[in-house]
Nanobody, 122 residues
Framework: VQLQASGGGLVQPGGSLKLSCAAS????????MGWYRQAPGKQRGLVAT???????VYADSVKGRFTISRDNAKATVYLQMNSLKPEDTAVYYC?????????????????WGQGTEVTVSS
C-alpha cells in the first residue's frame, strides 16, 4: 500500500491550490486520512484529517480557508486550500492511520506519502 501526493506548486498570496493523495495497492478499507505539513526548520504538524464517514478535524490556523474531503471509492483524499498565506509554505504530506491490506489480510498502520511542496510567495 502506497500514498501518492500531488498538486503542490507556487502560488501568490490569496491564491488557491488543491492537493490530492491517492492510495494504491490491495486496499479493503482505509480509516482516517489526513494532511500534515512541515515548514523549513519546524516540526511536522497537523493540517486536517477526515474519517471514512466524513468527520473532519482542522488545525486552527487553516480553519475557514482549507477544506479536506475524500472519495472512498477512489481511495483518495483532497485538500482544497484557499486564501493562501506565506506562512502556509511547507511540504505537505498525506497520511493514513490504518489500512486493511487485502493481500496480507492485515491492518497496516501509519502510512505516509512522499510529500508535495507548496510555496506561497509574490
Amino acid at each position: 500500500v502506497q500514498l501518492q501526493a500531488s498538486g503542490g506548486g507556487l502560488v501568490q498570496p490569496g491564491g488557491s491550490l488543491k492537493l490530492s493523495c491517492a492510495a494504491s495497492g490491495s486496499i479493503v478499507s482505509i480509516n482516517v486520512m489526513g494532511w500534515y505539513r512541515q515548514a523549513p526548520g519546524k516540526q511536522r504538524g497537523l493540517v486536517a484529517t477526515i474519517t471514512a464517514g466524513g468527520s473532519t478535524v482542522y488545525a486552527d490556523s487553516v480553519k475557514g480557508r482549507f477544506t479536506i474531503s475524500r472519495d472512498n471509492a477512489k481511495a483518495t483524499v483532497y485538500l482544497q486550500m484557499n486564501s493562501l498565506k506565506p506562512e502556509d509554505t511547507a511540504v505537505y504530506y498525506c497520511n493514513t492511520d490504518r489500512v486493511l491490506d487485502g493481500t496480507r489480510g492485515t491492518w497496516r498502520y501509519n502510512i505516509w506519502g512522499q510529500g508535495t511542496e507548496v510555496t506561497v510567495s509574490s
